[in-house]
Structures are given as structure tokens and as C-alpha cells.
Nanobody, 121 residues
Framework: QLQLVESGGGLVQPGGSLRLSCAAS????????IAWFRQAPGKEREGVSC???????NYANSVKGRFTISRDNTKPTVYLQMHSLKPEDTGIYYC???????????????WGQGTQVTVSA
């Protein structure tokens, strides 16, 4: 099965930036659409962004204009570049693979372990 590993999380001040990475373990990475989700303690997991194998992109309204998703199929890796971070962006960020781009968590075929993002002064 496809294995995903997130990295790049940490503690940043409001208005700061982070770049998250999602690294894949096998050569068939390019056949999957990739989504980023996030989850705060006691809250539901929510979709943040997704990118298809062909490069089509969707963002949640709450991050549109601040976050950028991209993929590098040669490594293979998917990135989430985050700018102008707000305290409400705090949570554990997960990448997930699916055959079709979606913010519906049960449709994901594989999940990473998550990386913590904390935005606080």
C-alpha cells in the first residue's frame, strides 16, 4: 500500500509561514490525487486543499489566497506552502491519497501520520 509521511510542522507566530511536505514511499505515487486535511483537538477533520494527477487544484475557502499546494512527481512529494498564518490554522495536518480529489475523508485510500502546526504569539 502507498505510504505517506508528513514533515515541516512547527510553532510560528501569526502572519508567519511554513511549508509542509508529504513524501511517498513507492513509484506509483503519480496515479493518486492528494489532499491535505487538518484537525484540532475535539474537532472534526476538515479538508484544506487537494491536487489531482493532472494538476487541478481546490482550496477550502478559509485558506484560499494564503495556502498553495503543489506536487513533484520526480521525488515524489506534495507540498503545502502556508503564508499569513492565523491562530485558527492550528491543528494536526495530514496528507491523504485517493483516486479522485475529495474533501470526504472516508474516500481516502491512504493517510500519513500527521504533523503538528501551532500558530501563536
Amino acid at each position: 500500500q502507498l505510504q505517506l509521511v508528513e514533515s515541516g510542522g512547527g510553532l510560528v507566530q501569526p502572519g508567519g509561514s511554513l511549508r509542509l511536505s508529504c513524501a511517498a514511499s513507492e513509484f506509483a505515487f503519480g496515479r493518486y490525487d492528494i489532499a491535505w486535511f487538518r484537525q484540532a483537538p475535539g474537532k472534526e477533520r476538515e479538508g484544506v486543499s487537494c491536487i489531482t494527477t493532472g494538476g487541478s487544484i481546490n482550496y477550502a475557502n478559509s485558506v484560499k489566497g494564503r495556502f498553495t499546494i503543489s506536487r513533484d512527481n520526480t521525488k515524489p512529494t506534495v507540498y503545502l506552502q502556508m503564508h499569513s498564518l492565523k491562530p485558527e490554522d492550528t491543528g494536526i495536518y495530514y496528507c491523504a491519497a485517493a483516486y479522485y480529489c475529495s474533501f470526504y475523508a472516508p474516500n481516502m485510500r491512504s493517510w500519513g501520520q500527521g504533523t503538528q502546526v501551532t500558530v501563536s504569539a
